[in-house]
């Protein structure tokens, strides 16, 4: 299949499965997640209408969004970010979606105010509570998004997370709407809370689930650019070697 033809085939089950949950398909973005894919087939994407742009690690976003500059795409960090890479994520992206410690929001901040520039900002919580994924526990989440009001330049607009991986669709589904609450009680009680519309969930192969719970971004890779041939270090931190979760 073509990257074109994966591209609208994602796109389509994204618009059936907001039409199942009786929401607008304008609702919901796709944003393309381009890992280990070569800017060439990104290239092809981008000609197939994709605009917004994912990455996990700064080493590869960064030459990546330079080797097609001038392409009317923005890029997100969605991956761990390390604050000694603050400065490279910021050369290429106008979002991230992993903001996860306090020491990360300060290291943003200060970088931020020498660009006198803003940034886009979802935090990232532990939904599965797995030891081996990064994000907040739940219940740190109020404390951390008052704290947050004292970074002027970061600007929080919702939650992101990864669901636990699992054929289990009734746990991959408790985790995207543990995120949706999670949300909601934010928009009521945190004082950024009005502008807490995102979230940030569901994957290729959980993303229609993921919509039907709410989801406003899905990060899809495989489903669009093929199998990558790495295992994701976050589900498989022992090395074990499926590429997509068990079927
Ligand atoms: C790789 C990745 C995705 C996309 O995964 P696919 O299986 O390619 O759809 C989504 N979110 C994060 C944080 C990722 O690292």
Redesign the pocket.
Known sequence: MSIATALQDVQQQMREAAERAGRPASEVRLLL?T?TVAAERVRQAIAAGASEL?E?KVQEGRPKAAALAGEPVRWAM??HLQSNKVKEMLDFASSL??LDRLSLATALERRLQTLGRGLDVLIQVNTSGEASKYGLAPAELPAFLRSLTAFDALRPRGLMT?ATFTADQTEVRRCFRLLRSLRDQARNDAPQGADLCELSMG???DFPAAIEEGATIV?????V?GA?PTP?S?YWPEGDTAA?PPA
């Open positions: 997640v890992k994912g996990n969605i991956g979606h992993s990864l994957m290729s192969g990060r899809v890779g495989q489903a650019f990558r994701d976050f997509v």
